[in-house]
């Protein structure tokens, strides 16, 4: 047993009574996962392991190596506090949310965002991430890991992005709507049908993605009765709703994007007033 200076002090005053082994690999051995498993589903975690955030610092080469094999990267890791020693250095053993690698030709043609996460669930694989215990950086939130709290968390940060994206996207949507208006004299596009508004907004947004919600996969409903209509008819444009969410959100938002260019969330009261407002059935 040996212990390693900062790992083990950060983890024994969040963790009292929770050890921490060292055992000697080579970086060949590590790599074969005869060593260490390459990867776990996160149901296979017990009440030994701890949760963490790890900031600051960054993790070394290891963690460079594994994070791009494994998709880790992120700053949530869960671990038992077991180290390995590799030649000179010795590493942190932990394990984090294993990604898809990346098609940065997508990302690319998706105006540089990456792909979103897929929802965590009980089988849900974490790769392993060896962390350089002299670059550790900052560890903090340590606590013991509980499954149904993992979950229900990730869940609930899932679905806050989730919202967030699809405002993005409703925004993009409603400032292609300015961009067409401002080129065909002040008239608004075809909004009687999806693929109507899809074939003359297309080259205001760039990427076809942008028409559909990222969480439920459905399209954005275009408002038929803005179909055409000269911007000069419409009282108040920020009251004006030419794209919106099919169906609310688990919090029972929706999202809209209106014609002065603007993109927001709305309660169900808010909904129904601005509904009226912009003639939608």
């Not at 690319?108 to 974490?126: F, H, N, Y």
């Not at 009282?235 to 004006?240: C, E, I, L, M, V």
Request: aromatic share 8%; charged share 20%.
């Amino acid at each position: 047993m040996r212990r390693v200076a900062l790992a083990i002090v950060l983890l024994a005053v969040a963790m009292p009574c929770y050890g921490a082994s060292s055992q000697a690999a080579s970086f060949k051995t590590v790599m074969s996962g005869k060593k260490l498993p390459l990867s776990v589903p996160i149901k296979s975690l017990d009440s030994k392991w701890r949760r963490m955030t790890l900031g600051g610092g960054g993790g070394g080469d290891l963690a460079a190596v594994y994070g791009a094999m494994f998709g880790g990267g992120g700053g949530t890791y869960y671990t038992t506090g077991d180290t390995v020693a590799i030649g000179s250095e010795a590493y942190l053993v932990a394990y984090t949310v294993s990604r898809k690698p990346m098609d940065f030709m997508s990302i690319i043609r998706s105006s540089g965002q990456p792909p979103k996460p897929e929802q965590m669930t009980a089988e849900t694989k974490l790769g392993l991430s060896l962390i350089n215990v002299r670059m550790i950086g900052v560890l903090s939130d340590i606590r013991p890991f509980n499954l149904q709290e993992e979950l229900t968390a990730y869940a609930e940060s899932y679905a806050e992005s989730a919202q967030t994206d699809s405002l993005s996207n409703l925004k993009n949507l409603a400032l292609a709507v300015v961009m067409y208006a401002t080129d065909y004299s002040d008239t608004l596009p075809d909004l009687t049908e999806v693929e109507a508004a899809k074939k003359v907004l297309n080259e205001y947004v760039k990427d076809e993605s942008v028409f559909y919600d990222p969480d439920t996969g459905q399209p954005y409903v275009p408002n038929a009765a803005l179909s055409g209509k000269p911007t000069a008819d419409i009282a108040d444009p920020a009251r004006a709703v030419v794209f919106y969410e099919a169906n609310p959100a688990d919090d029972g938002t929706r999202g809209a994007a209106f014609v002065d260019g603007h993109a927001a969330r709305l309660d169900q009261g808010r909904w129904e007033e601005v509904k009226k407002d912009s003639g939608i059935p």
